[in-house]
């Protein structure tokens, strides 16, 4: 119970330096929150549409729809229509909002130095902790899908010897260990529920490798 208060207060301390920086972009770029997101979703996954973007960042479809009206009006996001339904409309950064996702995209440096103080082990071990953690609060519906190995349709956990590489990614055809999970991956594709949760008992049931 010690620790997992203790686990919850680090988190939240992280969020703090989360916050503010949301808060320093938002000044900067005179973008919203919810704004931001969005335009760093189109920008790295686009196009979408709108039920797909409300989706990504955990909003209902009105709110994904002012904020993506306001990234409009900025000339930030363009609107064309989806080839695959002529009745459907596909949001798409422009060339403007590229740039300035660019630039949101990148991690406070305190941050970064912060994640590079952690040797090898540690931060796989962290990687790791968090992965179980992220996949739990998905299972939950506690937060939306997110692209991660777990629930990848190409993993496979634990499926060598290699203690440094014991996982195998079936898209790249490649082993790797856990110090190279991915949490955002563009070449995810989601597993169904039983292979999900096949995946899931075999990976949490494995130590820590590098
Ligand atoms: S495609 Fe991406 S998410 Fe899927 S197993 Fe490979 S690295 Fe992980």
Redesign the pocket.
Known sequence: MAATANIITGLSRIGVLLRSQGWQRTEATGLTPTQTQILVYLAGRGPARIGAVAQEIAVSQPTASDAVAALVRKGHVEKQPDPDDARAVLLHPTAAGRDIAATLSIWPDALLKAVDSLDPVEAAGFLKGLTKMIAALQERGAIPAQ???VS?T??RPNVYSDAARPHH?A??DAAFGDASL?LD?P???EADATARLESWTRFRKARVHV
Do not use: A, K
């Open positions: 692209h991660m190995c990848c190409h993993f990614c898209f790249v991915r991956c070449d995810h594709v």
